[in-house]
């Protein structure tokens, strides 16, 4: 059971550059979420689905888009790279319910120069 | 003020030591309450999960949710090498789906 998993794991990109985040979970579970994580910032909630076909803007969703066309697929597209976008970035995924633990990729690190 | 604030360390502590974690918050709705440990360059993990206020334990680790306070803590006996990670608190409202809010992190080190 492969649980959470998102691709790449390191990716430099250049100032404007597009590039889509993969994150993949095998667990049929309803919700998933993007974070990026910043040195004494914690784990901030980029952008979430409930399910496929929904999806929702988290607390700093400016950048990037989302979308989820099936259960297992979430991926997390920067349209133009900015430095502030440098981070790392976790895909999560859970049971809708909030009794229900949530499962964590291992990560993306993104450098934008 | 931020929804959820925790100490931030880092915390230093000798092998063997108790460490205490906290966390609070401000917003009154919360009603799940979890930590999670990330080992450095890799994803968070669920330690412990409790629901509402009390106490719950399982082998060296308690975690303690106080309401009245806004207050949460994680609670580490006999401290271990092993348990050097960053710990983060997080809390989520009653409503199905509703997103959790996370602390900023705590890094501990256990010092042998």
């Known amino acids: 059971n492969a649980g959470v998993t998102q691709t790449p794991k390191f990716q430099v990109l250049k100032t404007g550059q597009s590039m889509t985040l993969q994150c993949a979970q095998d667990m049929n579970h309803e919700y998933m979420s993007w974070y990026r994580q910043d040195p004494g910032m914690g784990l901030r909630l980029i952008h979430y689905?409930?399910?496929?076909?929904?999806?929702d803007q988290g607390e700093v969703p400016n950048g990037y888009n989302v979308s989820r066309s099936t259960t297992e697929d979430f991926p997390l597209r920067l349209l133009s790279a900015a430095p502030s976008q440098t981070s790392v970035y976790f895909c999560?995924?859970?049971?809708?319910?909030?009794?229900?633990?949530?499962?964590f990729g291992q990560g993306t690190r993104l450098t934008v120069v | 003020q931020k929804e959820v604030e925790q100490d931030p360390g880092p915390l230093s502590v000798p092998e063997g030591a108790i460490v205490s974690l906290n966390c609070t918050y401000s917003n009154s709705a919360f009603q799940y309450f979890m930590w999670y440990r990330q080992y450095s360059r890799k994803g968070p993990e669920l330690l412990m999960y409790?629901?509402?206020?009390g106490n719950k334990e399982d082998g060296r680790f308690t975690a303690q949710v106080d309401k009245s306070s806004k207050y949460i803590s994680l609670f580490i006996r006999d401290s271990q090498p092993s348990d050097s990670a960053t710990y983060l608190c997080a809390m989520s409202g009653d409503n199905y789906g509703q997103n959790f809010v996370f602390g900023p992190g705590t890094r501990l080190s256990v010092l042998p």
């Open positions: 999560a995924s859970r049971l809708g319910s909030q009794r229900t633990e949530a499962f």
């Open positions: 409790t629901y509402s206020s």
């Open positions: 689905s409930v399910g496929a076909g929904i999806t």
